[in-house]
Nanobody, 125 residues
Framework: QVQLVESGGGLVQAGGSLRLSCAGS??????MGWFRQAPGKEREFVAA????????YYSDSVKGRFTISRDNAKNTVYLQMNSLKPEDTAVYYC????????????????????WGQGTQVTVSS
């Protein structure tokens, strides 16, 4: 069972940047994803990366602003978030990612039903 620990969140002004990290033993063989949940909303897909790191996928809302990457030697996945907006405010989670629709590059879900504690990102206007 993969255990994941997210970190790197914080409070930042609109237009600022943050880098999130997700560490977990044994994740180097899996596609990994970042998801987020804002207050009162369902958890949503943000970004995914295949196990080699050569293919990345983004939701339309973050494309061009966020970059997902990984370091398999460190069993860590990152999410670089630039040009942050107040609507990016949410708890961010990572999970093993599963593509749900081969025709839709944004159709990714979480493989596991359990989630870590997440990391809070708050963007002030």
């Amino acid at each position: 069972q993969v255990q994941l620990v997210e970190s790197g969140g914080g409070l930042v002004q609109a237009g600022g940047s943050l880098r999130l990290s997700c560490a977990g033993s044994g994740i180097s063989m899996y596609a990994m994803g970042w998801f987020r949940q804002a207050p009162g909303k369902e958890r949503e897909f943000v970004a995914a990366i295949n196990w080699t790191g050569l293919s990345t996928y983004y939701s339309d809302s973050v494309k061009g602003r966020f970059t997902i990457s990984r370091d398999n030697a460190k069993n860590t996945v990152y999410l670089q978030m630039n040009s942050l907006k107040p609507e990016d405010t949410a708890v961010y989670y990572c999970n093993v990612a599963v593509r749900k629709d081969a025709r839709d590059s944004t159709a990714w879900g979480a493989r596991y039903d359990y989630w870590g504690q997440g990391t809070q990102v708050t963007v002030s206007s």
